[in-house]
């Protein structure tokens, strides 16, 4: 290679992208314009990637964090060789491209993540580096190194001061994850000033204290410099790396260097023109591409396709020798299921007194998890309080940490290979992380926390329904019913926020055998996230031969049971908790020879996805007496209660109190059901 090629490949990056930016007349051309020498040296000289085919297991992932500068990555993936026509680079921002504003999983070729809210991208590349440590530990064996890949990323000054970076650089670097290799696009700029304004801190002393590797290049077009920090990084065996790279943003134009007006907004036609010239490129044709640059990007088929062949071969061979081992690898690959995985889901007998679902939940957890391998997660430091800890399934963790009689091992030691993630408290960074696990692939990540604080997460849940991830969020203390800590810790608006996300489903089941289904849908669901909401308190279980089976759970509300005799008159709805609640309340109000029937309802969105016939067969639409009964907002349930109904709920914040004492404040009792449901015959 001459430098000449190198320069004419870099500039083939930058104007592609510059020229896709103008004619969208909208994008970010700041970042491609500095950071393509960076980007290409990473691509052409270390990426272990298959052009051909995106989803090679064994292939290096690389994370645009700092998805505004989505045309470089665009640009890099049509140079080598993805399935991404030139039609679609001049496409760009358009309706129904697949070169949207920023990157998007599942719609571009080799995009790997969903980008654009900063600091994302960067705790999704822990959840991969995590996910390539932890079958590399329980996978390879001497001789057969079958999951052996690196997890690139290039980050830039608003993803390291977002606080979910902070979260889970710290994470990294104690986890001592090596294999986790950032590139830091340090231009100095961010959308709207100097990082002189608002971020002067020392990144390099940061992130070794973090306990991160650290290197500086202060001239982010030195490609040999570049060459061997990378090098550097890829031979370092005990921590993450950072390499702080010295770029200029919108370098080469004329006006625009080194100032935010380069970062949100196009050159625009003159500038572009300026900056082509400046940096001795044809002002004509838009869109160029050079043969010789085509030809050497080009290279990246052949060299993926060895690779993948030279991988399978290996694979073929391990087989032979572990079998065991590869058909267990192959099925978490492939996102299969084991057989008879969900035999030892237990069944709950009758039980007035009931259990908790966040305990009932954890004895699932306990018979399903021997037979996944793939389910690996754990809580926001909650695992005593949300019961989801992998017995006998190890913590994940280096094992070089593992000194002494550490607190808080779930048995089975301190490993790379172990299933139980300790993610301190870091909620922000547990939902990232989750993702990270979920779009590598091999895995059905879950995470924990009290309700209340999903809030913490919502960005990261957010991506996960966009991206369409398996990711189940376990979430405990979900009501007023927790009672003592008080309204900082009562969950209110928190079950209407959630179920506001497209196609998050959120379940919050009514007793012990509703959570046993909830988690067969959870695990079952590969192609969006489920949120699990569930009581601290006790919850009476039901007696399965006087109401309705738990599966109805999987419709999302079913009829657990109608009173004897003509159409009812009445029907109460409730979910979680209060279903036990309604239930009684039926009992009394039958007493009284009110036809009733008793709907549990914990999940609007499985309700929804039915046919009409269905929902109108358990709501008819000629029974207009209705009455919800859920201890959070009343917001939404106007859409099940009707004109002529009623929602028992709450609009005000809790209180701090024994939490029998809260619900019944607060209006949930048998007798304020009972009353509330008459008030509405008597309208009627």
């Given at each position: 290679?001459?430098?000449?090629?190198?320069?004419?490949?870099?500039?083939?990056?930058?104007?592609?992208?510059?020229?896709?930016?103008?004619?969208?007349?909208?994008?970010?051309?700041?970042?491609?314009?500095?950071?393509?020498?960076?980007?290409?040296?990473?691509?052409?000289?270390?990426?272990?990637?298959?052009?051909?085919?995106?989803?090679?297991?064994?292939?290096?992932?690389?994370?645009?964090?700092?998805?505004?500068?989505?045309?470089?990555?665009?640009?890099?993936?049509?140079?080598?060789?993805?399935?991404?026509?030139?039609?679609?680079?001049?496409?760009?921002?358009?309706?129904?491209?697949?070169?949207?504003?920023?990157?998007?999983?599942?719609?571009?070729?080799?995009?790997?993540?969903?980008?654009?809210?900063?600091?994302?991208?960067?705790?999704?590349?822990?959840?991969?580096?995590?996910?390539?440590?932890?079958?590399?530990?329980?996978y390879?064996?001497?001789?057969?190194?079958?999951?052996?890949?690196?997890?690139?990323?290039?980050?830039?000054?608003?993803?390291?001061?977002?606080?979910?970076?902070?979260?889970?650089?710290?994470?990294?670097?104690?986890?001592?994850?090596?294999?986790?290799?950032?590139?830091?696009?340090?231009?100095?700029?961010?959308?709207?000033?100097?990082?002189?304004?608002?971020?002067?801190?020392?990144?390099?002393?940061?992130?070794?204290?973090?306990?991160?590797?650290?290197?500086?290049?202060?001239?982010?077009?030195?490609?040999?410099?570049?060459?061997?920090?990378?090098?550097?990084?890829?031979?370092?065996?005990?921590?993450?790396?950072?390499?702080?790279?010295?770029?200029?943003?919108?370098?080469?134009?004329?006006?625009?260097?080194?100032?935010?007006?380069?970062?949100?907004?196009?050159?625009?036609?003159?500038?572009?023109?300026?900056?082509?010239?400046?940096?001795?490129?044809?002002?004509?044709?838009?869109?160029?591409v050079?043969?010789?640059?085509?030809?050497?990007?080009?290279?990246?088929?052949?060299?993926?396709?060895?690779?993948?062949?030279?991988?399978?071969?290996?694979?073929?061979?391990?087989?032979?020798?572990?079998?065991?081992?590869?058909?267990?690898?192959?099925?978490?690959?492939?996102?299969?299921?084991?057989?008879?995985?969900?035999?030892?889901?237990?069944?709950?007998?009758?039980?007035?007194?009931?259990?908790?679902?966040?305990?009932?939940?954890g004895?699932?957890?306990?018979?399903?998890?021997?037979?996944?391998?793939?389910l690996?997660?754990?809580?926001?430091?909650?695992?005593?309080?949300?019961?989801?800890?992998l017995?006998?399934?190890?913590?994940?963790?280096?094992?070089?940490?593992?000194?002494?009689?550490?607190?808080?091992?779930?048995?089975?030691?301190?490993?790379?290979?172990?299933?139980?993630?300790?993610?301190?408290?870091?909620?922000?960074?547990?939902?990232?992380?989750?993702?990270?696990?979920?779009?590598?692939?091999?895995?059905?990540?879950?995470?924990?926390?009290?309700?209340?604080?999903?809030?913490?997460?919502?960005?990261?849940?957010?991506?996960?329904?966009?991206?369409?991830?398996q990711?189940?969020?376990?979430?405990?203390?979900?009501?007023i019913?927790m009672?003592?800590?008080?309204?900082t810790?009562?969950?209110?608006?928190?079950?209407?926020?959630l179920?506001?996300?497209?196609?998050?489903?959120?379940?919050?089941?009514?007793?012990?055998n509703?959570?046993?289904?909830?988690?067969?849908?959870?695990?079952?669901?590969?192609?969006?996230?489920?949120?699990?909401?569930?009581?601290?308190?006790?919850?009476?279980?039901?007696?399965?031969?006087?109401?309705?089976?738990?599966?109805?759970?999987?419709?999302?509300a079913?009829?657990?049971?109608?009173?004897?005799?003509?159409?009812?008159?009445?029907?109460?709805?409730?979910?979680?908790?209060?279903?036990?609640?309604?239930?009684?309340?039926?009992?009394?109000?039958?007493?009284?020879?009110?036809?009733?029937?008793?709907i549990?309802?914990?999940?609007?969105?499985?309700?929804?996805?039915?046919?009409?016939?269905?929902?109108?067969?358990?709501?008819?639409?000629?029974?207009?007496?209705?009455?919800?009964?859920?201890?959070?907002?009343?917001?939404?349930?106007?859409?099940?209660?009707?004109?002529?109904?009623?929602?028992?709920?709450?609009?005000?914040f809790?209180?701090?109190?024994?939490?029998?004492?809260?619900?019944?404040?607060?209006?949930?009792?048998?007798?304020?059901?009972?009353?509330?449901?008459?008030?509405?015959?008597?309208?009627?």
């Amino acid at each position: 290679m001459t430098l000449e090629l190198d320069n004419l490949c870099i500039n083939t990056l930058r104007f592609l992208s510059v020229d896709a930016v103008q004619k969208a007349d909208s994008g970010h051309p700041g970042l491609p314009l500095g950071a393509a020498p960076m980007a290409y040296v990473l691509w052409t000289r270390f990426l272990q990637h298959n052009p051909g085919n995106p989803k090679w297991f064994n292939r290096d992932r690389f994370v645009l964090s700092a998805g505004h500068g989505s045309m470089l990555l665009y640009s890099l993936l049509y140079m080598t060789g993805y399935d991404l026509p030139l039609e679609q680079i001049k496409q760009f921002r358009q309706w129904d491209s697949i070169t949207p504003g920023h990157p998007e999983r599942g719609l571009t070729p080799g995009v790997e993540t969903t980008t654009g809210p900063l600091g994302q991208g960067f705790g999704t590349g822990v959840g991969m580096a995590i996910a390539e440590a932890y079958l590399a530990e329980r996978y390879n064996r001497p001789g057969f190194e079958i999951v052996k890949h690196f997890t690139y990323g290039l980050v830039s000054d608003g993803d390291l001061m977002e606080g979910v970076a902070a979260e889970t650089a710290s994470l990294a670097g104690h986890l001592k994850l090596s294999k986790l290799i950032y590139l830091y696009d340090n231009n100095h700029v961010t959308l709207a000033a100097s990082t002189q304004l608002t971020f002067t801190e020392d990144h390099t002393r940061r992130f070794e204290a973090y306990g991160w590797h650290t290197q500086s290049i202060e001239d982010g077009n030195d490609l040999e410099a570049m060459d061997r920090a990378i090098r550097a990084a890829r031979e370092e065996t005990e921590r993450p790396s950072l390499i702080l790279v010295r770029t200029h943003i919108g370098y080469g134009s004329p006006h625009k260097h080194d100032t935010f007006a380069a970062h949100g907004s196009p050159l625009g036609v003159e500038e572009v023109k300026l900056t082509k010239q400046n940096l001795s490129w044809p002002v004509e044709p838009l869109f160029y591409v050079p043969n010789e640059a085509e030809r050497h990007f080009r290279k990246a088929i052949d060299r993926g396709r060895e690779a993948e062949d030279e991988w399978n071969a290996k694979f073929s061979t391990y087989e032979k020798q572990y079998p065991e081992l590869a058909r267990e690898l192959r099925q978490l690959i492939n996102g299969e299921l084991p057989e008879g995985w969900d035999t030892s889901i237990p069944q709950f007998p009758a039980d007035a007194k009931g259990v908790a679902t966040r305990i009932a939940s954890g004895k699932v957890m306990e018979a399903v998890s021997p037979k996944l391998p793939g389910l690996i997660g754990g809580s926001a430091d909650l695992n005593p309080s949300t019961f989801t800890e992998l017995k006998d399934a190890g913590n994940f963790e280096n094992p070089k940490m593992a000194v002494g009689d550490l607190q808080g091992s779930a048995g089975g030691g301190w490993s790379y290979s172990g299933r139980n993630l300790q993610f301190g408290v870091r909620e922000h960074g547990m939902g990232a992380i989750l993702n990270g696990l979920a779009t590598h692939g091999g895995f059905i990540p879950f995470g924990a926390t009290f309700l209340t604080f999903s809030d913490y997460m919502r960005p990261s849940i957010r991506l996960a329904a966009l991206m369409g991830l398996q990711v189940v969020y376990v979430f405990t203390h979900d009501s007023i019913g927790m009672g003592e800590d008080g309204p900082t810790h009562q969950p209110i608006e928190h079950l209407a926020s959630l179920r506001a996300i497209p196609r998050l489903v959120v379940i919050r089941p009514g007793d012990a055998n509703e959570t046993a289904v909830a988690w067969r849908v959870a695990i079952e669901t590969r192609d969006r996230p489920v949120a699990l909401v569930l009581s601290r308190q006790n919850l009476p279980t039901l007696d399965r031969k006087q109401f309705a089976p738990a599966e109805g759970l999987r419709r999302g509300a079913y009829i657990l049971a109608d009173a004897p005799g003509a159409k009812p008159e009445l029907i109460l709805i409730a979910s979680g908790s209060e279903v036990g609640l309604i239930t009684a309340a039926g009992q009394k109000l039958q007493e009284q020879k009110i036809r009733v029937r008793l709907i549990s309802m914990p999940s609007w969105k499985l309700f929804e996805a039915q046919s009409r016939e269905y929902r109108d067969s358990v709501l008819p639409p000629s029974v207009g007496a209705r009455l919800a009964v859920e201890a959070g907002v009343t917001q939404g349930w106007q859409r099940y209660t009707g004109d002529r109904g009623d929602v028992i709920g709450i609009d005000s914040f809790g209180a701090s109190a024994p939490g029998p004492i809260v619900m019944r404040e607060y209006g949930f009792t048998v007798e304020n059901v009972c009353k509330r449901a008459l008030g509405i015959l008597a309208r009627k």
